[in-house]
């Protein structure tokens, strides 16, 4: 076994802390990396804290990871030692059943292993990147190009993934009119994607102090959704709407924002069931519709796309030591937009 050390909650009543563990040996198909750089999800606060369901302590999160390769197996032919690579939200599939045999591993039909708070085909739990290495499956390990600073390419194996496969699969582009609801980790992804794609991009958030970031981002307006005025002049106005938001909020709001035949994306995960009345749907023909992340060809795709147009995640870097005073500023919505961890701090 490869004697590996990270931070951990052993409960979910306890702050993370360090913890030394235990990850497999190589195999054959394997590639075992030195994990550099680790993305904070909101979902990895959720997740320690029980707020989706049950976890699976102790729980080391992080599944936006980068680094070098250090290891591979005798069949691997991918990756060579000394690449940049990365694991993204998942780490293993069934790969055979229709929905793997179409790149959509994240929709496996026998469910897919997540980076952590999973259990392998073995059993044994998955830890994720707030670790000083990892071993993966050769088909879940992603290329990572030098174009990019490393560090802020982490987030794209979440945040990024998470809005680009949304855009790409409703052929989000030019001639649309995109609504991004929400200016965080995420949402700060769906603007610069919606941008890039060529759309019309309008920020939609409760916060009048972040229309210049959004303007920064490259959105081309702003609206104010707790002003009713500025609500009033855009209602059945968008084509689409990317909802990253993991708080509750009025679906029936933002559905009235929507032209005929108009799609409001859910990608954010609110701990509470949505809300919708069934007028806010038949008014327009309007559709609700949800993504996952995207599966590995699509990643891969995504990152090539992002190393071509040099788009990386806005980031503030913080030391291992400081994550859980960084859960509470990103509570407060006190980032822009996403915490890397530098895991030499480890």
């Known amino acids: ?84 690579a990365g694991v993204g939200c998942m780490v293993d599939s069934c790969q055979v059943c229709e929905n793997c045999k179409d790149g959509l591993e994240q929709y496996c039909l026998e469910g897919n292993v997540q980076t952590y708070n999973g259990r392998g085909k073995d059993g044994v739990p998955t830890y994720g990147g707030y670790s000083n290495t990892i071993v993966v499956r050769e088909e879940f390990v992603l290329h990572i190009s030098d174009k990019l600073p490393l560090a802020a390419t982490a987030p794209l194996l979440c945040a990024g993934i998470t809005t680009y496969s949304p855009l790409r699969h409703w052929k989000v582009g030019k001639g649309h009119k995109l609504a991004v609801l929400g200016l965080g980790g995420l949402g700060h992804m769906g603007v610069k994607f919606g941008v ?78 949505y809300s919708i009345h069934p007028f806010a749907l038949l008014g327009g023909r309007k559709s609700v519709a949800g993504s996952g992340i995207g599966g590995i060809p699509e990643t891969q795709e995504m990152l090539d796309f992002c190393a071509e147009h040099n788009i990386v995640s806005d980031i503030e870097m913080i030391d291992m030591k400081d994550i859980t005073a960084s859960y509470a500023r990103m509570l407060k919505g006190d980032v822009r937009y996403r915490f890397v961890i530098d895991m030499a701090t480890l």
């Open 1 to 84: 076994m490869i004697q590996a050390k990270g931070y951990a909650a052993q409960t979910a009543e306890t702050d993370l802390a360090p913890w030394d563990f235990e990850r497999r040996e190589v195999g054959p198909h394997d590639v075992q990396l030195e994990i550099l750089y680790c993305g904070v999800c909101h979902s990895d606060l959720h997740q320690i804290k029980n707020d989706w369901f049950p976890g699976i302590f102790p729980m080391v999160p992080g599944h936006e990871i980068v680094g070098k390769v250090i290891k591979v197996g005798d069949h691997v032919k991918k990756f060579k030692v000394d690449e940049l």
């Open 196 to 273: 890039a794609f060529g759309a019309e991009v309008t920020v939609l958030s409760t916060s009048a102090s972040k229309e210049a970031a959004a303007k920064e981002l490259g959105a081309h307006h702003f609206v104010v959704t707790s002003d009713p005025a500025q609500v009033e002049a855009v209602k059945g106005s968008f084509d689409f709407i990317l909802d990253t938001v993991s708080a509750e909020h009025d679906m029936n709001l933002y559905l009235s924002l929507l032209r005929t035949n108009g799609i409001h994306i859910c990608v954010g995960v609110p701990s509470e069931p």
